[in-house]
């Protein structure tokens, strides 16, 4: 939904956000671990500030941290990082 944080939408939906690692050592959504990377393919995102930008550059342009960013239209596609 419009306005909805990634993260919290992914995990309200049971999807597998993180691998077991993950799951133990996140930080909860503050944005420091990158646990939460995900790569966006369709649908409309809240900016991505440079420093989301510089922890994600080994993963492309289109990485996000789910933590950090905010749903901006009806729907979107994401692809989740192989766990």
């Known amino acids: 939904r419009k306005g909805e ?4 939408a992914l995990l309200q939906r049971k999807a597998k956000v993180y691998d077991f690692k993950g799951t133990m050592m996140n930080c909860n959504g503050g944005g420091q671990c990158g ?7 369709d649908g409309a995102f809240g900016p991505q500030y440079d420093w ?3 922890k994600l550059k080994r993963l492309g342009p289109d990485a996000r941290l789910a933590c950090q960013t905010t749903v901006a239209g009806d729907a979107a596609v994401v692809e989740l990082q192989p766990k």
Do not use: I, K, S
């Open 5 to 8: 944080n990634l993260r919290a």
């Open 52 to 54: 989301e930008a510089g």
């Open 35 to 41: 646990l939460c990377a995900v790569v966006v393919r």
